[in-house]
């Protein structure tokens, strides 16, 4: 790990396999999140800005297995209080970071991995990813306006402007059934999946509820 943290500087150890140790002082360099970021992404460019890996900085965070959480009841309080100290912004700031459970219904609406991308905001920020870009029903960039691409693009596949047009529809109704909470909605879900998963939005091995 690179040195010059100043005063909360992180101190690796010379054994193999121990966790890195921290002052308990705010980071030095604090970038701050972009409007809808994903706690991961931000983690990461926290790492960056702090010259120490995100397997590092996490150990220090006691987050399991190396990874960011991404969902409120990934964040234990003590990760949560003691990571809110370090970037000194509100816990409720950490937590609108997260990622809903995925279980308020029972559809498929949010991804596990990323799945698409904007490609302007990608190319002005490397490495970030937006919260909105991880729901099934998102088609556009809500930062840029600009239309969210496939990280992994159908090979060669042309899709009819009709079934586009069907599947933002389809898009809408999902969302305003997700943000109303509107259970009878969930009968129309089905087929919102269905042209959804046209355009290759949504994959169902990616995603966080049933199989």
Not at 77 to 93: A, Y
Not at 124 to 135: A, E, I, K, M, N
Not at 148 to 153: E, I, Q
């Amino acid at each position: 790990m690179a040195a010059g943290l100043g005063k909360a500087c992180l101190e690796c150890t010379p054994t193999a396999g121990r966790r890195a140790s921290v002052n308990s002082r705010p980071l030095p360099c604090r970038p701050p999140p972009i409007e809808d970021e994903l706690l991961s992404s931000w983690i990461t460019r926290l790492a960056q800005a702090n010259h120490c890996s995100v397997q590092e900085f996490c150990g220090y965070l006691d987050f399991e297995q190396g990874r960011v959480p991404e969902t409120v009841s990934e964040l234990v309080n003590g990760n949560l209080d003691h990571l809110s100290f370090l970037v000194q912004l509100p816990t409720s700031e950490v937590t609108a970071m997260t990622l809903p459970d995925g279980i308020r219904f029972e559809v498929q609406y949010v991804s596990q991995h990323d799945f698409q991308k904007c490609a302007v905001c990608t190319l002005q920020t490397p490495g970030l990813v937006l919260r909105h870009w991880r729901f099934v029903w998102a088609t556009a960039c809500q930062r840029c306006g600009q239309a969210l691409v496939a990280l992994c693009p159908a090979d060669d596949e042309i899709v009819p402007e009709k079934l586009i047009c069907r599947a933002n529809r389809g898009a809408e109704i999902l969302r305003s059934a997700f943000c109303d909470g509107d259970l009878r909605l969930c009968r129309r879900l089905g087929r919102v999946f269905y042209m959804l998963r046209s355009r290759d939005l949504a994959q169902s091995t990616s995603l966080t509820s049933g199989e």
